[in-house]
Nanobody
Framework: QVQLVESGGGLVQAGDSLRLSCAAS????????MGWFRQAPGKERRFVAA???????YYSDSAKGRFTISRDNAKNTVALQMNSLKPEDTAVYYC???????????????WGQGTQVTVSS
């Protein structure tokens, strides 16, 4: 069992940066791929980025070059650094855990409650 708690969301202006954090409980954290997803109002939840225990990463096209995912295996945390934010980045951001690095929501076994990110123009 893994429990995930996100933090760090907020209201920012276009061009600003924001860092999201996700704290995981459970001794098996290192065996999971950690991912970030986002869901805008009226839209499906979509993949943003993921990171393996080894540190290898994968990003959506919209996140490449602006977002950086990282993890601290000793502290059971994963972070998403978001730079050059745009209004279209506005969404609820979710942290999730999966046994494999995939981009589909169905493959993720555990989810946090989400944190709101709002980017004003």
């Amino acid at each position: 069992q893994v429990q995930l708690v996100e933090s760090g969301g907020g209201l920012v202006q276009a061009g600003d940066s924001l860092r999201l954090s996700c704290a995981a409980s459970g001794r098996t954290f290192n065996s999971y791929v950690m991912g970030w997803f986002r869901q805008a109002p009226g839209k499906e939840r979509r993949f943003v980025a993921a990171i393996r225990w080894s540190g290898s990463t994968y990003y959506s096209d919209s996140a490449k070059g602006r977002f950086t995912i990282s993890r601290d295996n000793a502290k059971n945390t994963v972070a998403l650094q978001m730079n050059s934010l745009k209004p279209e980045d506005t969404a609820v951001y979710y942290c999730a855990a999966s046994r494999v690095l995939v981009t589909t929501t169905q493959a993720y076994d555990y989810w946090g409650q989400g944190t709101q990110v709002t980017v004003s123009s």
